[in-house]
């Protein structure tokens, strides 16, 4: 059985309820169909009922009905939503008048689902661009308790599986935060080794903070910054193996730590890597993607207080499963 496979299983056996609000897309509620009936997710589609039943009888789907359907016009909740959306963006002059309005969009109705604990988890992308997604979730879902920062994972499957977790690695952050501070930077990592641990299987995280620098070997501010995250890193989860700054080979290659970090827990077996700048981290990825020709699944958005993940615009159905099973898996961790 493959990760994706084994991700499928687990989120089977806990089942967990998933909104999706691009109740009209294709590939979404297509994807909703079969994940009814694989018995991956129990879905709340968001649309009106009608035509989301005549769209999945367009498409054949025989599981729609199966799902719960939520409009975003007219549904028994409303009053409760604007309620609890006024209260949450007091703060910001936001009035029953515009919670009203905001609630009308899917993407904001989702995140609201989940905030109410109606859903466990969110997945949209397919047909809106990255930012409407995610701004709604910061607004309402908002992230966990002492983490401030969100940021996207991958979880990598190299051909060569000597390389960290029999040939399984997560590499963070490659989505969302373009210049972390040592603070982020540092929530980053931790979220990573969980991510790690809860999507990627990996037993035994072992954290590698990035640079261009191994122990001292150069002196700069952006080392200063990897340095001082490793520190607060290592509070922030004393359990879990995390070590900085390392190179990348010094991380990966056992005969390079030896030369390079001979006193590292980690140097040379790491199996999540964290890159101290999302520049350095999204380029990473794609080339160990393409030139590796290995498998890339992500974002997997960290850091939420509930699981909202992103689609890419060029998904496909398969895709969108499969990012549904591994919300499921992330809403399951999250109650452990």
Do not use: W
């Amino acid at each position: 059985m493959n990760l994706i496979e084994q991700i499928r299983e687990n989120a089977k056996r806990q089942k967990k309820t998933i909104v999706l609000p691009e109740g009209y897309e294709e590939r979404t509620i297509k994807a909703a169909d079969a994940v009814i009936e694989q018995g991956i997710a129990d879905i709340i589609l968001i649309g009106n009922k009608a035509e989301l039943e005549e769209k999945a009888e367009n498409f054949g789907l025989k599981n729609i009905g199966k799902a719960q359907i939520i409009d975003p016009e007219n549904h028994p909740y409303k009053q409760q939503f604007v309620d609890k959306l006024v209260e949450l963006r007091k703060n910001k002059g936001m009035t029953p008048e515009e919670a009203e309005r905001l609630l009308k969009n899917p993407l904001y109705l989702g995140a609201m689902i989940v905030k109410m604990g109606m859903a466990q988890g969110e997945v949209a992308g397919a047909d809106n661009a990255t930012g409407d997604v995610l701004r709604p979730a910061f607004q309402i879902v908002k992230t966990k308790p002492g983490i401030s920062c969100v940021s996207g994972a991958f979880i990598m499957i190299l051909k060569d599986k000597s390389y960290g977790d029999n040939g399984i690695m997560v590499f963070a952050d490659c989505a969302v935060l373009p210049v972390p501070d040592a603070k982020e930077l540092a929530q980053i990592a931790v979220e990573a080794g969980k991510t790690a641990k809860a999507i990627a299987g990996i037993k035994d995280p072992k954290v590698a903070i990035l640079s261009f620098s191994t122990k001292g070997s150069a002196k700069h501010e952006t080392v200063d910054k990897v340095i001082e995250a490793t520190r607060i890193a290592k509070e922030m989860a004393p359990d879990m193996n995390i070590d900085g700054e390392l190179q990348a080979d010094a991380a990966i290659v056992p005969t390079v730590a030896k030369k390079k970090a001979p006193g590292s827990g980690i140097a040379g077996s790491a199996n999540v890597l964290v890159f101290p700048s999302l520049e350095t981290g999204n380029i990473a990825y794609k080339l160990v993607q393409r030139l590796g020709n290995a498998e890339a699944y992500g974002p997997i958005l960290q850091g939420m207080a509930a699981p909202i993940n992103d689609l890419s615009r060029g998904c496909s159905v398969e895709d969108v499963i499969n990012v549904i099973a591994i919300t499921c898996n992330q809403a399951i961790a999250i109650n452990q």
